[in-house]
């Protein structure tokens, strides 16, 4: 069996090897990116009104004492969605990613930026800034979205990267993972003890 061989002892250390440097933080000029990202004091905050025109707005109810996020910081946010229409809460939970790479709807990419570590932020994000005409799930087109945010870390190398990816993953998959990785212990151990 593979897993009770030595060379998958060494295949490992070197796939997670891989997965540390894959996950290495990437030099940007900062400057040139954190340009094209525009925020909204709080005085728009208190005037959103759910229109075409309206543009993203933010109040910060909590102002964090740590690291600032900015394009390229890997950050880690505790959320709570809601319908700005009703106030309904259609998602909540941990979500890390890389600011800056499209991995969240815009409203998020720019409303993020300038976030302190431990800060509070409230964003209301106009649809063309979320998830437009066609919506999502349980979200109707043209939704206006209202997001509780907490900015819990910033990652400050591939490692820290990898393992708040691995905690905002579905508990499920994160057994998955573990018991993979038990096994493969479990294989290492007992080829060592032959």
Same mark, same amino acid.
């Given at each position: 069996m593979m897993m009770n061989s030595p060379h998958f002892l060494l295949l490992l250390i070197l796939l997670l090897g891989?997965?540390?440097?894959?996950?290495?933080?990437?030099?940007?000029?900062r400057q040139q990116k954190q340009s094209k990202f525009?925020?909204?004091?709080?005085?728009?905050?208190?005037k959103y009104s759910q229109t075409d025109e309206q543009e *993203?707005?933010? %109040? +910060?109810?909590?102002?964090?004492? $740590?690291?600032?996020?900015?394009?390229g910081s890997f950050a880690t946010i505790?959320?709570?969605?809601? *319908?700005?229409? %009703? +106030?309904?809460?259609?998602?909540? $939970?941990?979500?890390?990613?890389?600011?800056g790479e499209g991995q969240v709807i815009p409203g998020w990419e720019q409303g993020i930026i300038g976030m302190k570590?431990?800060?509070?932020?409230?964003?209301?994000?106009?649809p063309r800034l979320a998830y437009g005409e066609r919506g999502v799930n349980i979200i109707p087109g043209n939704a206006h979205l209202l997001f509780e945010t907490e900015l819990k870390s910033i990652a400050s190398n591939?490692?820290?990267?990898s393992i708040a990816?691995?905690?905002?993953?579905?508990?499920?998959?994160?057994?998955?993972i573990w018991l993979v990785l038990f096994n493969a212990v479990l294989g290492i151990v007992s080829s060592i003890q032959k």
């Amino acid at each position: 069996m593979m897993m009770n061989s030595p060379h998958f002892l060494l295949l490992l250390i070197l796939l997670l090897g891989y997965q540390c440097t894959a996950f290495a933080p990437v030099q940007i000029n900062r400057q040139q990116k954190q340009s094209k990202f525009k925020l909204y004091q709080s005085s728009s905050f208190d005037k959103y009104s759910q229109t075409d025109e309206q543009e *993203l707005a933010f %109040d +910060d109810i909590l102002v964090g004492t $740590g690291d600032t996020a900015e394009v390229g910081s890997f950050a880690t946010i505790q959320y709570t969605g809601k *319908l700005m229409a %009703d +106030d309904k809460t259609f998602d909540s $939970g941990v979500i890390s990613f890389k600011l800056g790479e499209g991995q969240v709807i815009p409203g998020w990419e720019q409303g993020i930026i300038g976030m302190k570590v431990g800060g509070k932020r409230i964003l209301k994000i106009p649809p063309r800034l979320a998830y437009g005409e066609r919506g999502v799930n349980i979200i109707p087109g043209n939704a206006h979205l209202l997001f509780e945010t907490e900015l819990k870390s910033i990652a400050s190398n591939g490692i820290e990267e990898s393992i708040a990816k691995f905690r905002s993953l579905n508990p499920l998959t994160s057994l998955a993972i573990w018991l993979v990785l038990f096994n493969a212990v479990l294989g290492i151990v007992s080829s060592i003890q032959k």
